[in-house]
């Protein structure tokens, strides 16, 4: 409801758009959004998904694991194989909803350092209704030391500005 994935979905296509037009598409961008299918919410199919894309897009000749067990192992060297052959931007969409099977923080596989051509874009809903699972998430960021930016929910009044020009300017476009 704060607008996290919109954001993150508006960012990635003016990046997309900019990219085209200066015809400098040469970054790999792997976007997860986990929750839009049941397989999109196992960190081990999302690890799987990461390491196939990466593999096809760098042509590396290392072979992603079958076995759940190498994944998180075999992860951080992916990334570094890939790291040396171009830029990469890694966008998890709905970090919270991420089903782990490795224990509480669900953040064991994530490496706590990165190459230096990869960047990752983590969103995640914490707040007073979230579990204690989601406000460990956050907890686990910031003792990584990641910048964390938190976005607050819209005013009520901004909400219903934005729908009333928005609704404003489709009649008026139709």
Sequence with gaps: GSGKSAILANWLHRRQRNATRARNSDDFVFWHVVGCTRQSMDVNNLMRRLMIDLKQRFELSRNVSLTQARLSWDLPRFLELAAKKGKIIIVIDGLHRLESHEGENGLSWLPLEFPPNIRVVLSATTGPETSSRQSHIL????????????????????????????????????
């Design 139 to 174: 907890s686990e960021l910031e003792r990584r030391k990641w910048q964390v930016l938190r976005i607050k929910p819209l005013e009520q009044f901004v909400c219903r500005s934005i729908i009333e020009s928005y609704i404003k300017k489709t009649v008026q476009d139709d």
